[in-house]
């Protein structure tokens, strides 16, 4: 799935969460979303991880060290062909303004 449409669902989800907090009972109303805000926002890390022996990757700012990981432990353990991707991404909830 492309990054544009992921975000796009995301943002879909984070919406309905938003309409939900909007219409639960007294108390106030919470708005989530991802911290991008420049504000002690933080970058995306990745790790990767085989499915098969459970081992992994650091967890780094950049994508690539993990398929750079993946490539070197398929060559010494070939029958460990399939790998889970973990993204880092820092949210924030936050009291919506009073209108």
Known sequence: ??????DAELSEKVREA???????PAGPVW????RDD???AT???YAQECDSC??????TADPADGTLWILKHVTGNPTHTAYTQTVKRAWRARR???S
């Open 54 to 59: 459970g081992h992994g990757s650091r967890r």
């Open 18 to 24: 938003n309409r939900w907090s909007a219409g639960a």
């Open 31 to 34: 708005l989530v979303q991802p």
């Open 38 to 40: 420049g504000r002690r």
């Open 96 to 98: 919506q303004a009073e």
């Open 1 to 6: 799935m492309d990054t544009g449409r992921r």
């Open 43 to 45: 970058e995306h890390t």
